[in-house]
């Protein structure tokens, strides 16, 4: 069980880029990273395209007014001339500025943990994880409810094979929140239907990526061979960007899957969840009950496993944070995210690539294939909803 006691020798230096005031994801990145006070420290960040307004956040925040800087560029050459400068940088920018920050962020010899879709292409993911080979750092990705232990715990027990030869995977990532076009006028949505920031797609990348690498994180083996992808725009001024999705997919080894995926889901609140059927039994995680796995034998009652209990798997019970008795939820998830890739910062530092193979995190490798999964739907839906080889 996690206790807030300090797994590094002491917290790393940490900055954002982007993640400010008018921002919908930046509280969860530092809820995350500073949940236990001992993996990171916040002393630094551009974190506004208004230099003023991000100076004016991040003093709010706590920071030294003269650390918090106009952009990333100002960011990295400042920090790297400061006696105690940065170590690690957080991208919480607009899709399309995740490349450009990224590589520039490891040619000035930091880790860096991004938000996802993590770029365009796979072939910028390619470069990326070569640039960050070569410099010897990290690259993590947030995909946010990853981090709950009951996902370990569904991991271990596929693996184990406790529901038999896996056969179906049932995926659905949905909300409500764009069912009109006023959410278009909003600054946080406006660039989400943008191509030219947004990148090829909409909910495609914004939202089932995060429920794709759930299913890469709880059946590793598993590989995919083909998918069909239809896309829509139900708001035509949303075009060519698309406002919900559905995916059909076929594993190697005979495996089938599907995923829908939505921002006109009228009347969803957030409705994440992954099944997966076996020969024998099923297993099933949602993001609106999040400390329950439902596991379904044939014949047999239902059961529903708790996060916290002595039953589970040591896997997820060592990332356990409140016991039992208490409700582990998002902010829990992306603090293990955080402390996963702050232990991965940690090994790679020394050198220890031994710990570092041993770690489940969402890595430089999770964020090419949630660009790769992008590509390949959107490849599919614009030549007709067709079915297309996985590349």
């Known amino acids: 069980m996690l206790n807030g006691e300090k797994k590094l020798a002491r917290p790393l230096r940490w900055a954002m880029v982007g993640g400010g005031r008018l921002s919908q994801v930046g509280y969860k990145h530092r809820s995350g990273a500073l949940h236990d006070n001992t993996a990171f420290q916040l002393v630094a960040g551009a974190f506004d395209i208004d230099a003023d307004r991000g ?32 170590e690690v940088v957080t991208i919480a920018t ?62 271990q027990m ?10 179906m995977v049932d995926m659905r990532y949905t909300h409500g929140f764009s069912a009109s076009d006023s959410a278009d006028k909003f600054e946080a949505q406006k660039w989400r239907v943008d191509p030219a920031v947004a990148g090829p797609s909409f909910v495609l990348g914004d939202l089932s990526t995060h429920t794709f690498y759930i299913s890469q994180l709880v059946l590793p083996e598993l590989k995919l061979q083909s998918l069909l992808c239809d896309r829509q725009s139900f708001i035509a001024s949303r075009a060519p960007l698309e406002d919900n999705a559905m995916v059909m997919m076929r594993y190697h080894g005979g495996a089938v899957g599907r995923m829908w995926t939505s921002s006109v889901d009228a009347g969803s609140m957030n409705a994440q969840q992954i099944r997966v059927i076996g020969s024998k039994a099923s297993l099933q995680w949602c993001d609106w009950l999040p400390n329950e796995l439902r596991y379904e034998v044939q014949n047999q009652p239902s059961q529903l496993l708790h996060h916290g209990m002595a039953y589970l798997d040591q896997a997820a019970l060592a990332e356990d944070r409140l016991g039992a008795l208490h409700t582990e939820g998002l902010t ?8 996963r890739c702050a232990l991965a910062i940690d090994a790679k530092n020394r050198g220890d690539e031994t710990a570092l193979a041993n770690l489940i995190y969402p890595d430089i490798d999770a964020g090419l294939e949630g660009v790769r999964w992008v590509e390949n739907c959107v490849r599919s839906a614009d030549s007709g909803a067709i079915w297309v080889n996985y590349e």
């Open 55 to 86: 100076r004016d956040f991040g003093v709010h925040l706590g920071l030294d007014a003269d650390r918090c800087y106009a952009d990333y560029r100002e960011l990295f050459s400042r920090e790297r001339q400061h006696e105690e400068g940065i």
């Open 94 to 155: 607009p899709n399309g500025t995740h490349y450009e920050i990224t590589k520039a962020a490891l040619e000035a010899g930091l880790h860096v943990i991004c938000e996802k879709p993590l770029f365009f292409t796979s072939q910028q993911a390619r470069e990326v994880k070569a640039l960050a080979a070569q410099k010897n750092r990290i690259v993590g990705v947030t995909y946010g409810y990853s981090g709950h232990p009951m996902l370990l715990q569904m991991r």
């Open 158 to 167: 596929i693996a184990s094979g406790e529901i038999g030869e896996v056969r």
């Open 332 to 339: 829990d998830a992306w603090a293990n995210i955080y402390l």
